[in-house]
């Protein structure tokens, strides 16, 4: 498959698939790119270029793999973004502190699922 053919491609695949798997991935595209309400603080600008970041690779692993889960290795920048939200969260307040908030609670929710798909992927090939 081409490259330029995974997005549309995989959003094809997903709807398709699992209603809930199809929901939790709208849900965490609006999380993360939310960050652009929030555009005037970097963190918020962390986020949304680490997910643009990950959405790319993604699609590469897709375009190589189709809806496999290996896909679940895109988010490996989560593994870096979380902790360092993490412990700047502290430090924040008012809207952005909930903003983080959210962030932090859906990735890690996501990480838990990728890290046992990418596993699985690798135990069954």
């Not at 094809?12 to 939310?34: C, E, S, T």
């Not at 962390?46 to 590469?60: D, E, N």
């Amino acid at each position: 498959m081409k490259l330029y053919h995974a997005p549309y491609l995989f959003f094809r695949d997903l709807v398709r698939g699992p209603l809930w798997i199809n929901i939790w991935v709208q849900i965490l595209m609006m999380v993360n790119f939310a960050g652009v309400f929030f555009w005037h603080e970097p963190l918020a600008q962390l986020i949304f270029f680490t997910f643009v970041i990950t959405s790319f690779f993604m699609m590469y692993l897709y375009s190589k793999f189709g809806m496999a889960r290996i896909l679940g290795l895109g988010h490996v920048l989560w593994l870096l973004l979380i902790p360092y939200l993490m412990m700047v969260w502290p430090t924040l307040s008012g809207d952005i502190k909930h903003y983080i908030t959210i962030v932090i609670i859906c990735n890690t929710i996501s990480l838990i699922f990728d890290i046992n798909d990418v596993r699985l992927h690798f135990v069954e090939n």
